[in-house]
């Protein structure tokens, strides 16, 4: 959708996180979010190889199971989420995915994912023409903006024996249960905006020859444990791209808890994550995001925090 929106004056770019694998990018005239989930529901049972959320001290929420439907925290998504030209998705589970029709339908964006996250849109009634389906390679042109797919790979959980290989099928009628959100293949985004190249991913891996040779300014890193799992996953991942300027830990929380609960032993974690990063590219800036903070990347690079 295009929106009546101008560039920010001084090329900048703004980068607001929600939390797990969440986020809004914009350069004041297009808006991007990435995997924008906030209802941070708990679950019961391990579908998808995802371990049994804990609760958070003081957290009377249910625990929902993957056979029941849960709907979208829309009070938070409206009041976050006003506007975006984009939506991009790095796979169809419901922690990424489940948010996605809502704010599809409210905003007019485009829905960039695979066939299962695009039958997820169908499922809901986002309509036909935001729909842009994509298998991995795709270069896509939207004028001022484009984006590449990025084949890549999903989190290696519970200690590597993590494998989904469900796809969402068409034809389905929404609201679908949390068991229907399988995985259906995962990939990263090259967003090129005007000044500024944004490598992201949700989800702890990548595929070393597909990111090789790309030289972004800013790349998004899921830094959570399950990154351990990858032979020097940091290190690998910031030297195939030209050890981007700006390094983000990105899907560094415990996100089955609710906004506001302490995260004090991940951002502990996220910390040993930007010591792997200083490690292998000393210059770049580092930004560990709290739950909804915005900050700033100027076009040389230069990150402004508020
Ligand atoms: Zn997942």
Redesign the pocket.
């Known amino acids: 959708m295009s929106v009546d929106r101008t560039y920010f004056e001084d090329g900048r770019i703004e980068l607001t996180h929600y939390g797990s694998a969440a986020w809004k990018i914009t350069d004041g005239k297009h808006t991007v979010l990435l995997d924008p989930y906030f209802t941070r529901l708990r679950y019961s049972g391990n579908r998808?190889g995802m371990l049994p959320a804990n609760a958070a001290p003081g957290d009377e929420r249910p625990a929902y199971s993957f056979d029941e439907i849960v709907p979208s925290d829309t009070e938070t998504i409206d009041r976050h989420i006003q506007e975006a030209t984009h939506v991009l998705l790095s796979?169809a589970?419901f922690?990424?995915c489940m948010d996605m029709p809502h704010i599809a339908k409210k905003t007019g964006a485009h829905v960039v994912g695979s066939y299962s996250a695009t039958n997820i849109a169908r499922a809901y009634g986002v309509a036909e023409p935001q729909l842009v389906p994509v298998r991995g390679g795709e270069d896509y042109d939207f004028g001022e903006l484009s984006i590449r797919v990025i084949p890549s790979l999903?989190?290696a959980l519970c200690d590597k024996c993590y494998f989904d290989a469900g796809i969402v099928p068409e034809g389905l009628r929404g609201p679908l249960p949390l068991k229907a959100f399988s995985?259906g293949g995962t990939f990263g985004y090259l967003v090129r905006f005007r000044h500024h190249e944004i490598l992201m991913f949700g989800?702890m891996n990548y595929i070393e020859r597909e990111v090789q040779g790309l030289t972004p300014s800013i790349v998004l890193v899921p830094s959570a444990r399950p990154r351990l799992q990858i032979f020097r996953y940091t290190e690998r991942l910031l030297r195939a791209t030209g050890l981007p300027k700006v390094v983000v830990a990105t899907h560094w929380d415990v996100q089955t808890f609710p906004y506001g609960a302490d995260q004090s032993s991940a951002l502990a974690h996220a910390e040993i994550f930007q010591e792997e990063v200083r490690r292998v590219a000393p210059a770049a800036a580092q930004v560990l995001p709290r739950h909804f903070e915005t900050f700033s990347v100027l076009p040389g690079g230069q990150v402004v925090r508020r």
């Open positions: 998808f796979h589970h922690n990424h999903h989190s995985e989800s």
